[in-house]
């Protein structure tokens, strides 16, 4: 079967890499790609969000799958015209899309199904939210309410910074269009973890857990990012604390959205914060996560073609998946000044020779092929992903790989997966 992948970040590497190992898969192609997902197919010059032209590529070409990485494509209803089309799509349609992609409609569901999220209030106008943040004396969030890369929330520890944080994003527009409207949260304590599950409709696959590292700086200090680094599992999702996750978060998330006539069919993934009451919702995504997938897709060791077909053709019920026991960590290497400004095109060497690694997979985000070299092409470039026989020995070779790889103004956290060697010690 011939399948069209779209998108071109370090998740759509992970996917097509993993696509590949498919003996079902015929032709892969991969719009927009980048020089890693070079390797796994063939790239195709189309943007992830022009949806006209992705849908005639995927008729000329006749695909038997279009799977959709990332989530503006699907907010814009890249599903949707492609089932037009008699294109079977992995992902969900633009309703169910809403979920991640309007922060107001997701609080409104998770209050109709009683599902534990932060308490938080919507505004549309930067007066209402001045004098309801000043009227507080704790430690707020500020969420811009549309999307923005995963990097439209600040996280304030006190009213005055909240306001000032409210008006960057609703009268400065420092997310853009997606800061229009906030939702303005109390901060939640406790550790954060991402879990992810294939959904069909109605059956539910919870995937292995993973945690992700979303502000710039060692510690989880400076401005959030869209993940620094990831590791799979997080030790801190027992086998208790999933059960709780499956029962108070995913079924009845997967339930709201049948009620809400807005079903859901893709991945779900709940960014969770694990206080001392149980796990929270900090937010859900309708996609695979980035750099989650990394590690996530490094330990699937069953066809990842079969069970998107299983997704799309509702019969998830029927699927069992094998992981690799042993963990994976994914370090992240970045540009300077990212998640600011920052240059592209910098000659990156090194990622063939930290591939030489036993278990080292070098995945791309922001690359590109130039004369014969792979350079720079975005904020995160490399998500360089080991796997070990612990998690200390799963970090110490993703860090092995990382300092073989050198391009001008590279830059990673050095502290990825600390937090779970502290809590397996
Ligand atoms: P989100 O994109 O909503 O997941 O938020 C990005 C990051 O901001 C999260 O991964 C958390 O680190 C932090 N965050 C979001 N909401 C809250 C909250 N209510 N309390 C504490 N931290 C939060
Ligand atoms: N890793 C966070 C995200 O994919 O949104």
Redesign the pocket.
Known sequence: MDVLLIGGGG?EHAMAWKLRQSKQLGKLYIAPGNAGTAQCGENVEIKDNDIPALVDFAKQKRVGLAIVGPEEPLAKGLVDAMEAAQIKAFGPNAAAAQLEADKAFSKQLMRAGAISTAEGRVFDRFSDAKAYIASRDEPVVIKAAGLAK?KGVIVCDDPAEGILAAERIMVDRIFGAAGARIVVEDMLLGEEA?ILAFVDGHSIYVMESSQ?H?PIGDGDTGPNT??MG?YSPAPIITDDMMVRISREVLVPTVDAMNRNGTPFKGVL?A?LMITSGGPRVL?F?V??????TQPILMRLQSDLLEVFLAVCDGKLEDAFLKWDPRPAVCVVMASGGYPGDYEKGKVITGWKEAEELDDVVVFHAGTRQRNGDVVTNGGRVLGVTALGTNVAAAKARAYEAVDRIHFDGAYCRRDIADKAIGRKR
């Open positions: 998740r995963g991402s992700d979303k869209g993940g990831a993934y960014g937010e995504n996609r695979f996560g980035d750099p989650e």
